[in-house]
């Protein structure tokens, strides 16, 4: 805690610059502006001592860690079939045009053939 700042280090991560900053100022301000307790209650479901040291097998902010590299597994994996997707319709674009204009260019050569 620093001033109104609240940081969750983690050990793993810290070298990534990687953490989560808590503005107690600006929580107060939010929660009390829209009359909205649901900020306090996220706040002390991810500082509070069950979810940093529960009892039981997964800490909250692990399970969030895992969830979050599944989704990016998905993304990722999302992304390149849609990179290989479109990598396929140009390819085939290409070739179509590539075709449709060898086909025009040899017309031209049997017309101009064919006038001799």
């Not at 001033?3 to 009390?32: C, H, M, P």
């Not at 069950?50 to 990722?76: C, F, G, I, R």
Request: glycine share 2%; hydrophobic share 40%.
């Amino acid at each position: 805690m620093a001033g109104n700042i609240v940081y969750l280090l983690e050990q793993e991560k810290w070298f990534r610059g990687s953490y989560l900053v808590f503005d107690l100022e600006e929580l107060f301000t939010e929660a009390t502006a829209n009359r909205n307790a649901n900020y306090y209650a996220l706040f002390y479901f991810l500082l509070s001592k069950e979810s940093l040291t529960p009892e039981s097998n997964m800490v909250l902010l692990d399970q969030l860690d895992e969830d979050s590299h599944k989704t990016a597994y998905e993304v990722t994996k999302d992304l390149k079939e849609g990179i290989i997707h479109a990598v396929e319709a140009l390819a085939n674009e290409a070739l179509y045009f590539q075709k449709k204009c060898l086909q025009e260019v040899l017309m031209k050569q049997m017309i101009h053939l064919n006038k001799k």
